[in-house]
Nanobody, 129 residues
């Protein structure tokens, strides 16, 4: 059974940094593109970042480009999201998931939440102003 556990969220001030982790069990993460998404109250789940199977390619939402960095450690079956210069607009529950596109090269298809499954329980990030 596949299980994803996100961690590392918390309450921080604007301008601070956080590192989120996504530990995957029951599936070899190196076979999949991995994505991070977030969902704020009353809003739809939105794409944040994706990383190719090897980690050599990454893809970011415009809203986080230059501030967030996605990385992975396939030996640890773990994916990370390094978040810098956080703003209140980054407040959301953050989720990770493996893609359903057979791990193929990153395209804009990887920005769509319907192309990922399953999902973890998420980790809350709250940024105060």
């Amino acid at each position: 059974q596949v299980q994803l556990v996100e961690s590392g969220g918390g309450l921080v001030q604007a301008g601070d940094a956080l590192r989120l982790s996504c530990q995957v069990s029951g599936r070899t993460v190196s076979r999949f593109v991995m994505g991070w998404f977030r969902q704020a109250p009353g809003k739809e789940r939105e794409f944040v970042a994706a990383i190719s199977r090897t980690g050599f390619s990454t893809y970011y939402a415009d809203s986080v480009k230059g501030r967030f960095t996605i990385s992975r450690d396939n030996a640890k079956n773990t994916v990370y999201l390094h978040m810098n210069s956080l703003t209140p607009e980054d407040t959301a529950v953050y989720y990770c998931a493996p893609d359903r596109l057979s791990g193929r090269a990153l395209t804009d298809e990887h920005s769509r939440s319907e192309n990922y499954d399953p999902w973890g329980q998420g980790t809350q990030v709250t940024v105060s102003s």
